[in-house]
């Protein structure tokens, strides 16, 4: 087996900076050899850091270039397309979420991964969050005692980050498949069912006080779990200054742990001994899921190594999502894997 593996970063732009800073911390192993973007500047500026060729398109890289394995973070109308493609060229994918926005993409995304008979690894980086992977163990551990109820919070002011382009793909239904839910909702998503494990039904209303993104920028839901277990998701983009909220709250019968409501992280635990709460992980915080991550899919690919999730693990995030739309309009509860 050979020991390092060359990929290709298509799609240079604000999570292709998370993903290579991950794998310069953390994966050796990785040799960023190709990258890809319709825009050029931003894929000589990874160039530049790697000293990856540089492409302007998947076509052009997988006919000129030298790569093992593509990572494809690009808008999710494109997702589908690439995928298909790097698996017919015979290459591993590591996918940026949601798989495909509809589950017909995604039923002939996995199809064709399994034709390759390739690695196919979807890249959901709460998996790897570590104050996600902390929570999972106090659980795993019995510490929090039977949990009670759990809460997820993916509240974000509006800025540059996510839209910094004149028109960004994600202000299109069309383009994204829907607005925060299926984006960035999905790091909310994951964790909770990491927790209490599968959802059964939910109830949701949304929201667009976000004017200038089609797609919601407001949710209020209900997730109903297999276990009877219920846990609220709130999602929401405001152009509005907010105040402090934890992004996650775990209750149990022996105390309550709360996630902080920023990228920066750290967990604090309340229960009997600790009324004010005490610090059990200092700040880790998101961009330290990436490393993880990458490393999961190297080793993977270069080691035979099982998935921490596998690639069908992320059609629960869009089946939530679009359970979510279908809720809204509805205003029923609806069955997430009916
Ligand atoms: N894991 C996370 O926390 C997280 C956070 C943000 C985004 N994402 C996901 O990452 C993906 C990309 O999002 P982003 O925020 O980086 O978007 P972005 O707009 O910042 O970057 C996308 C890049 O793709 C390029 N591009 C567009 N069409 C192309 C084409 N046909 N060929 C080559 N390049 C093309 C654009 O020029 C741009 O540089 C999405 O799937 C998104 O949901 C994940």
Redesign the pocket.
């Known amino acids: 087996m050979p020991d390092t593996l060359r990929l290709a970063l298509?799609?240079?732009?604000?999570?292709?900076?998370?993903h290579l800073d991950g794998i310069k911390e953390r994966v050796p192993r990785i040799q960023v050899s190709a990258v890809?973007?319709?825009?050029r500047a931003?894929?000589e500026k990874f160039a530049a850091e790697t000293g990856a060729k540089v492409?302007?398109?998947?076509d052009q890289a997988i006919d000129q270039g030298e790569f093992d394995a593509v990572d494809?973070?690009?808008?999710?109308d494109?997702?589908e397309?690439?995928a298909l493609q790097a698996f017919a060229a015979g290459k591993h994918v590591l996918?940026?979420?949601?798989m495909a926005p509809t589950l017909e993409g995604c039923a002939r995304i996995l199809a064709a991964a399994k034709k390759a008979g390739t690695v196919f690894m979807m890249?959901?980086?709460?998996q790897y969050w570590p104050e996600i992977v902390k929570a999972q163990e106090v659980i795993q551990n019995g510490d929090l005692g039977e949990i009670i109820t759990a809460r997820a919070a993916f509240v974000c002011e509006f800025d540059e980050?996510?839209f910094?382009?004149k028109k960004?793909?994600?202000y299109e239904q069309s383009r994204?498949g829907g607005g925060i839910t299926?984006?960035?909702g999905?790091?909310w998503m994951r964790p909770l069912r990491m927790w209490l494990g599968e959802i059964d039904e939910l109830v949701a209303v949304t929201g667009h006080p976000l004017k200038q993104m089609e797609g919601e920028s407001l949710v209020r839901a209900l997730f109903r779990f297999q276990s009877g277990a219920v846990a609220g998701f709130d999602a929401l983009m405001v152009a509005t200054a907010m105040g402090p909220e934890p992004w996650w709250r775990i209750t149990g019968t022996k105390g309550e742990l709360v996630i902080d409501g920023s990228f920066g992280g750290g967990i604090r635990l309340y229960d009997a001994q600790h009324r004010q709460g005490r610090t059990l992980m200092e700040p880790q915080g998101?961009a330290k899921?990436?490393g993880p991550?990458l490393e999961d899919f190297a080793r993977a690919v270069l080691d035979g190594k099982t998935l921490d999730a596998g690639p069908e693990q992320a059609l629960g995030e869009l089946r939530i999502a679009l359970a979510i739309y279908r809720s809204a309009t509805s205003r029923q509860w609806e069955k997430v894997w009916a």
Do not use: Q, V
């Open positions: 298509l799609g240079c732009g604000a999570i292709a900076r998370y890809i973007d319709l825009d931003k894929a492409f302007t398109s998947l494809i973070m690009l808008p999710h494109l997702h397309r690439c996918l940026e979420k949601p890249a959901e980086n709460a980050y996510w910094k382009e960004p793909w994600r994204a299926i984006d960035g999905s790091h998101y899921s990436f991550e």
